[in-house]
Structures are given as structure tokens and as C-alpha cells.
């Protein structure tokens, strides 16, 4: 099912990443220190939360903050990946987005630092999302009670940890969440093109570095685990997918959904029309947002 939203009448994230751009342009020789550093700007679009607790944890061996709405059912997991091409972002920068989401869907989120490229490159942040999918299953979490989420590379992450178990034989979790999510490492996707005038931050060539990072010379770009438009979905849990419209990765997006629908998966796409990369970023901030994660938790309830 595909879906269109109205634009907002704010776009504090548009801003934020025509700032990232002429930045980027500035300072084409940042060193990785000044990038993360950055991008650890994701959360200022994003209003607090209210109600909403926050603890650092360290879960199967990596750290994380968790994200603690009051009132919020702890049995009910939302394991987070963040994005950031799997090299820059954190648990700060999408501690935020996370609580928002949480608070909605009635459950506690989970945000990991994974093992972050080119020092740690593929697949480690998959291990890693792994190794927190299984600690919190041997703490006495059902499987079927834990959401992998995540927001463009963590997008990615969300649905490669789900494929990583089913390849493992292992159990899989509840339902699969990917908010603008990159996938495509072959980096020649359509919308690539026809959206490179409006997406205010994606560039092929900022895509090219962060895959060279993630992937090197040695992993091949269409390894399920690394790039799941290759990934089998039979038997895949349950997802829920969004994109903005005028984004590069929007063909992403409904790739995803097309191969998920084929295998027969129950996957819902939306496409909200006019708004950029991960628009839920602007949460508290913009009514496309808000009303976004209203309708995810609507989804979220109706599969419990």
C-alpha cells in the first residue's frame, strides 16, 4: 500500500542539510573527527520528547541509549540502528527521533553505537545489531516483541539483521521498520538522477565514499546483508517502509517494497510527498512528521 502526505509548513531539516552541503563543499579534506561531529547535529530538527526518559546501556556487548517513554510497555522492544552511511551518526543524534517513535508505538527503543566504517567495516554493524537482537531475546524478550528499526544506513541495518537471523536459522523479530532506507550498494539507482535537484543532501559522490568505506575493494556491493534488494525476503517479517518524495533514495524505497510484496511479505510504503531524507527528523517540528509516526504506530498496533 502506498500513501501520500501533504508538505508541512516547516522544514528544519531541509535547512539542516542545505547547512551539511555547503559545509561539505567548504571543506571538501573534513577529516572523519569533524564529520561525525556534524552529523551528531541529526537531533536539532527534532523537538524532546516529552515524558520520555533516557539511560546509556551496553546490550550483547555494544553501548547504546535507551529511549524510556513513561508508561511504556518494557516487554515491547525497538531495537534502533541509527543512519549516517554506517560511519557517522550515533545514539545522540537519533536519541530524539528514537523517544518520539517509542512514545508513539507505546514501547522502549533501544539505539546502538554499532561498530561504525571504514574503521569497522562490513559486515560488523550487522554483528552488531545481532548481538543485540540476541542479548535481549536471553533477558527474556519474545522475539516477536522486538521491532528492528532504523533510518537510512540503519534502515539498511534493520532489514539485514532480520536477514542475518533468518539465514542463521534463528528467530526472527515482530516487525521490520525502515525510515528512508539506503540500500542500493551499487549506488546507481534512478531517483539518483531525477532527484538530485531537490534532495537537499544525498549526492551520488557523498553515497560513493561512504560505500568505499563500508564495503572497501573486497566485499562485493551486491552481498544481501550489505545491499538487501538481494536479500530473500520469504518468510520476512512484516515492514513498514517510508521515503520522501523528493529524495535520491526514493527509489530505494519501493524497490523494497516491490521485492517484499513479491515474496509475499506484508509490507506497507509511503511516500510523502515533497519532503527529504528521513523526514521524521523533524518530529514535534512539522505535521508531516507527527502525523507519519502517528500512522507507523497505527500499523505497529495493528499487527500485535
Not at 551496553?58 to 540502528?81: K, R
Request: charged fraction near 20%; charge should be negative; hydrophobic fraction near 35%.
Amino acid at each position: 500500500m502506498t500513501t501520500q502526505t501533504t508538505t508541512g509548513t516547516q522544514d528544519k531539516l531541509r535547512d539542516l542539510y542545505t547547512e551539511w552541503s555547503q559545509l561539505m563543499a567548504d571543506y571538501p579534506t573534513m577529516n572523519m573527527r569533524l564529520f561525525r561531529a556534524v552529523f551528531d547535529e541529526w537531533h536539532q530538527p527534532t523537538t524532546e520528547p516529552e515524558n520520555v526518559t533516557y539511560r546509556e546501556d551496553v546490550v550483547g556487548g555494544v553501548p547504546g541509549i535507551w529511549c524510556l517513554p513513561e508508561g511504556a510497555d518494557e516487554s515491547q522492544v525497538l531495537l534502533y540502528t541509527h543512519g549516517g552511511g554506517f560511519a557517522v551518526g550515533s545514539s545522540f543524534s537519533h536519541r530524539k527521533l528514537a523517544g518520539h517513535v517509542a512514545k508513539a508505538l507505546g514501547a522502549v527503543s533501544f539505539v546502538l553505537d554499532y561498530r561504525r566504517a571504514p574503521e569497522h567495516p562490513h559486515p560488523a554493524q550487522v554483528e552488531d545489531g545481532v548481538a543485540v537482537f540476541e542479548a535481549l531475546v536471553d533477558s527474556g524478550i519474545d522475539p516477536k516483541n522486538i521491532t528492528t528499526i532504523g533510518d537510512s544506513a540503519g534502515g539498511n541495518l534493520a532489514i539485514a539483521i532480520a536477514l542475518s537471523l533468518k539465514e542463521q536459522g534463528k528467530p526472527l523479530p515482530g516487525q521490520v521498520i525502515a525510515f528512508s532506507p539506503w540500500l542500493n550498494m551499487e549506488n546507481d539507482g534512478k531517483t539518483l538522477e531525477t532527484n538530485l535537484d531537490t534532495d537537499a543532501l544525498i549526492t551520488p559522490q557523498l553515497l560513493e565514499g561512504m560505500i568505499a568505506g563500508v564495503l572497501g575493494d573486497k566485499i562485493d556491493p551486491t552481498t544481501p546483508l550489505a545491499n538487501p534488494l538481494y536479500g530473500d525476503y520469504e518468510g520476512f517479517p512484516r515492514i513498514y517502509i517510508n521515503a520522501g518524495s523528493v529524495e535520491c533514495l526514493r527509489d530505494n524505497a519501493e524497490q523494497l517494497h516491490e521485492r517484499a510484496t513479491a515474496a509475499g511479505v506484508d509490507s506497507t510504503l509511503n511516500i510523502a510527498e515533497g519532503q527529504q531524507h528521513v523526514f521524521t527528523f523533524n518530529a514535534g517540528n512539522s505535521d508531516v512528521a507527527d502525523e507519519e509516526i502517528a500512522r507507523l504506530a497505527d500499523w505497529y498496533r495493528q499487527g500485535r
